[in-house]
């Protein structure tokens, strides 16, 4: 708990400072190795916050979240998160366990909002609430991919053990847009776009149910 307390007063902490409408507090993200590796985690963790003014460089920041693998301390899609002060580090076994450690900042926002009366504070509420539409979104796309690549290692190498890692990551990511979609119809207006229409996250919603019967019926292939 005292980990998920520290981390949760380091990210209401940039919230609050752009929610009170001062100019957004600076953040580096410092990776020890190869950045394309983490690629991914950086994006999503760069991405709720980009949209409310936090901003990132490269130099001395107020905050630092710092990224690294350590496959001695941690298993393969393992990780782990320490936070002293303003710098918060994410350790992953691998860059798999890098990437769910970047959605643990996004797990996080739900006790932000119980910390925000939304009736004094309705700028910084509604951020939160931003945050946490797109942690789930966030969520969606990282099993999505985790069901793809498992997929793809069932069909090459005929192991029954990948293809059900697939459809639990599969039925993970539906867990995730079913949260995104329940956000985004209660908050948001519907849009139609020029090229794509109405954005029904419902339908979309079904679309992707369909998935699970596809890895199921799954026949390897040559490609």
């Known amino acids: 708990m005292k980990k998920v307390n520290l981390?949760?007063?380091a990210l209401f902490g940039l919230s609050i400072m752009t929610g009170c409408g001062k100019k957004g507090p600076t953040v580096s993200i410092v990776y020890e190795g190869e950045e394309w590796t983490?690629?991914?985690?950086?994006?999503?963790?760069?991405?709720?916050?980009?949209r409310n003014n936090i901003r990132f460089t490269d130099g001395k920041a107020e905050y630092t979240i710092t990224l690294k693998e350590d496959s001695?301390?941690?298993?393969?899609?393992?990780?782990?998160?320490t936070v002293s002060g303003k710098d918060i580090t994410?350790?992953?076994?691998?860059?798999?366990?890098?990437m769910y450690g970047g959605l643990e900042l996004a797990e996080m926002i739900p006790s932000l909002k119980e910390s925000v009366n939304p009736?004094?504070?309705?700028?910084?509420y509604n951020i939160v609430?931003?945050?946490e539409t797109l942690g789930y979104l966030s969520g969606f796309y990282a099993y999505h991919i985790e069901a793809a690549?498992?997929?793809r290692r069932y069909n090459d190498s005929q192991e029954e053990s990948f293809r059900q890692d697939a459809l639990s990551a599969c039925n993970q990511s539906i867990e995730y847009f079913t949260k995104f979609a329940d956000s985004y119809d209660a908050r948001f207006?519907?849009?139609?776009?020029?090229?794509?229409?109405v954005i029904d996250v419902k339908q979309m919603l079904e679309t992707l149910k369909k998935e699970i019967s596809t890895i199921q019926k799954w026949k390897p292939r040559n490609y």
């Not at 983490?38 to 916050?49: C, G, Q, S, W």
């Not at 994410?90 to 890098?98: E, F, W």
């Not at 009736?119 to 910084?124: D, H, Q, R, V, Y």
């Not at 849009?191 to 794509?196: G, N, P, S, T, Y």
């Open 149 to 151: 690549l498992m997929l």
């Open 72 to 81: 001695a301390q941690y298993d393969e899609q393992a990780y782990g998160i």
């Open 7 to 9: 981390l949760s007063a």
């Open 90 to 98: 994410i350790t992953g076994g691998d860059r798999v366990g890098l």
């Open 129 to 131: 609430l931003d945050q």
């Open 189 to 197: 207006q519907v849009e139609r776009l020029a090229r794509h229409g």
């Open 119 to 124: 009736e004094t504070a309705k700028e910084l």
């Open 38 to 50: 983490a690629a991914f985690a950086i994006d999503e963790i760069k991405k709720p916050f980009e």
